[in-house]
């Protein structure tokens, strides 16, 4: 595997700075121009991570391999062969953090030193907040040397009435304060577009109309709980994402750095080329924000994704 491994990785590579492109035809990064592809403020390459989901269907299934780079490993691969390939490819690329959904079969000890090999943190996953598990989970989360803990939604009851979001955030406020007592730092709630479009009177507090994102912020301690904003979720729901971090943003701790191509349908697309400010997004995110994440939900070709999103988000000054 190794041998194979580095040379499908030198192919690769070889290709890019040979052609210019990528797999299927677009530019991709010059890993050696990256550090010098802008002059201004930037987002730093060290708090650029990536969803792992964004990779899912590739590697637990060998889907979309006959659009991976040339060599990658197919369905007939082990999904550790699979997860070693993109974890190689990610750190050839730049990444230097991944934020997992899965262990992919392997035990949280071996996920780990594969993670380590290529050079890559886990600061931040998304993890079960089933809170009878709790105490194992943040075992794991120690390991990997988290500094959140969270999950691709909220804790339970979940937002499906004002009563239900309350009982969220005492949730929270629960798994958060052990989390930080663990050493692994505040839990944090993602949002997708529903959190925005359902809405309650806030009884127990101004009275208004609110979402349930917001009822979430304004009901959970800061000490324990903070927010992954979502941001492409958060435009299909008809949201600003630069007013919310504007707004909310002493409690955003981390982006998921997601493009929308169209709101009406849905869609998403590689980060730079939809309708998001991403410009605006990074100025007000500065002090606060300290992970963006990447992530495309599947299907996607997640190989030249990853690679143009990450040359994208490292390199627009704003």
Same mark, same amino acid.
């Given at each position: 595997?190794?041998? &194979?491994? &580095?040379? @499908?990785?030198?192919?690769?590579?070889?290709?890019?700075?040979?052609?210019? &492109?990528?797999?299927?035809?677009? $530019?991709?990064?010059?890993?050696?121009?990256?550090?010098?592809?802008?002059?201004?403020? @930037?987002?730093?390459?060290?708090?650029?991570?990536?969803?792992?989901?964004?990779?899912?269907?590739?590697?637990?299934?060998?889907?979309?391999?006959? +659009?991976?780079?040339?060599?990658?490993?197919?369905?007939?691969?082990?999904?550790?062969?699979?997860?070693?390939?993109?974890?190689?490819?990610?750190?050839?690329?730049?990444?230097?953090?991944?934020?997992?959904?899965?262990?992919?079969?392997?035990?949280? +000890?071996?996920?780990?030193?594969?993670?380590?090999?290529?050079?890559?943190?886990?600061?931040?996953?998304?993890?079960?907040?089933?809170?009878?598990?709790?105490?194992?989970?943040?075992?794991?989360?120690?390991?990997?040397?988290?500094?959140?803990?969270?999950?691709?939604?909220?804790?339970?009851?979940?937002?499906?009435?004002? %009563?239900?979001?309350?009982?969220?955030?005492?949730?929270?406020?629960?798994?958060?304060?052990?989390?930080?007592?663990?050493?692994?730092? $505040?839990?944090?709630?993602?949002?997708?577009?529903?959190?925005?479009?359902?809405?309650?009177?806030?009884?127990?507090?101004?009275?208004?109309?609110?979402?349930?994102?917001?009822?979430?912020?304004?009901? @959970?301690?800061?000490?324990?709980?903070?927010?992954?904003?979502?941001?492409?979720?958060?435009?299909?729901?008809?949201?600003?994402?630069?007013?919310?971090? +504007? +707004?909310?943003?002493?409690?955003?701790?981390?982006?998921?750095?997601?493009?929308?191509?169209?709101?009406?349908?849905?869609?998403?697309?590689?980060?730079?080329?939809?309708?998001?400010?991403?410009?605006?997004?990074?100025?007000?995110?500065?002090?606060?924000?300290?992970?963006?994440?990447?992530?495309?939900?599947? $299907?996607?070709?997640?190989?030249?994704?990853?690679?143009?999103?990450? %040359?994208?988000?490292?390199?627009?000054?704003?």
């Amino acid at each position: 595997m190794q041998l &194979a491994l &580095a040379a @499908t990785l030198a192919l690769l590579l070889g290709m890019v700075g040979a052609s210019g &492109a990528g797999a299927q035809g677009t $530019p991709a990064p010059d890993k050696a121009d990256q550090a010098n592809c802008a002059t201004g403020r @930037t987002v730093p390459a060290n708090k650029i991570s990536i969803q792992l989901w964004t990779f899912n269907r590739y590697i637990d299934r060998g889907d979309r391999a006959a +659009e991976a780079p040339a060599g990658a490993p197919g369905p007939e691969a082990t999904r550790a062969e699979r997860l070693e390939f993109v974890f190689a490819f990610l750190s050839e690329v730049g990444y230097r953090n991944i934020e997992p959904f899965s262990f992919h079969g392997l035990t949280a +000890e071996q996920f780990k030193a594969l993670a380590d090999k290529y050079g890559l943190a886990v600061p931040s996953r998304h993890m079960s907040t089933n809170e009878a598990n709790w105490d194992a989970n943040l075992a794991d989360a120690k390991l990997l040397g988290q500094h959140w803990t969270g999950s691709g939604g909220f804790a339970s009851p979940g937002t499906g009435s004002y %009563e239900n979001t309350l009982a969220t955030a005492e949730t929270m406020n629960r798994l958060g304060r052990r989390s930080v007592k663990n050493g692994t730092g $505040p839990i944090f709630g993602h949002n997708h577009d529903g959190e925005f479009l359902t809405r309650y009177v806030d009884a127990q507090g101004d009275g208004t109309l609110k979402s349930a994102w917001q009822i979430l912020v304004e009901n @959970t301690d800061p000490r324990w709980v903070v927010f992954q904003l979502d941001v492409g979720w958060a435009t299909i729901a008809g949201e600003d994402p630069v007013a919310l971090v +504007e +707004e909310f943003g002493e409690r955003i701790e981390l982006l998921h750095v997601k493009d929308v191509a169209d709101i009406a349908s849905r869609t998403q697309t590689t980060v730079g080329q939809g309708i998001v400010d991403w410009a605006g997004v990074f100025a007000a995110a500065q002090g606060n924000v300290k992970q963006y994440v990447i992530e495309q939900d599947p $299907p996607v070709e997640p190989f030249s994704f990853a690679a143009e999103s990450f %040359e994208y988000v490292d390199c627009l000054v704003f």
